[in-house]
């Protein structure tokens, strides 16, 4: 394989995985938030990609063979791998008729369509996820789609692994691009730490500002009230003694002369 194609090919593995990341953070931001619809839509998206990363890396098709030998000499890439799965990077292929044989090989069973949870909790038991049309258990982490179980956390340590491969022989070949766009990740990435500290910074002036409010006293001003004023009593007058009756003076008797 000459450098231009295999540049080509790099190029495309790098962006799948990207879309492969993408998938995963949709999802477990689903899970998180306990959405079971968002949940199989991120898992079926999460195919998506590791589909074209197997099909590129392991084809099946014997013509292409020697194209995948020589992208997985170039990353080194071994045999034994988790993408490494026919029924993986063909779920797509004749997918109208995978259908058709899903519902013949469940004719008389109980079928189940877009379920989160553990199947052999239904009804008596029995039901296994070969009946499981589309699915996610959450206690295994296993998402089924038309009765094939797929190990997600077994695909996102693959992925991360091919991805870390990718991106490095990525550098080897494009370093000027390479290099620009570390620069701008890292100017998106000062921007992102410039936010989440100003949004950090308010909270601690908000909870500050809560915190005090909280402890301050809550004094009520009451008008002070001026002292009632002291009632004078009036004073007792002493009554006045009448004035004390003059005796009327005795007059004055004239003496006999004795004989």
Known sequence: MDQNTLSIYIHELRNQCYHLQASFNIFNQAVTNGQE????????????????????????RARARGRGEAIRKALQLNEKHALNDRRLSEIWERSDEKTEEWISDTKGAQVVFDFVGDPSTIGDGTTTTRSVFRGFNPNNRVYTYRGVDFNLPALANAATDVAGRVNALYRQLFPEHAKREDEEQA??????????????????????????????PTEKKTAAKKPAAKKTTPKKTEAKKPAAKKAPAKKATKKKASA
């Not at 619809?37 to 099946?60: E, K, N, V, Y």
């Not at 000062?190 to 909280?214: G, P, S, V």
């Open 187 to 216: 100017q998106i990435q000062a921007l992102l730490d410039q936010k989440e500290q100003a949004e950090k910074d308010n909270a601690a002036r908000h909870a500050a500002t809560k915190k005090a409010a909280e402890t301050k």
């Open 37 to 60: 619809r968002a949940i199989l839509f991120g898992a079926q998206m999460i195919l998506m990609p590791a589909s074209q990363i197997s099909s590129l890396l392991w084809p099946t």
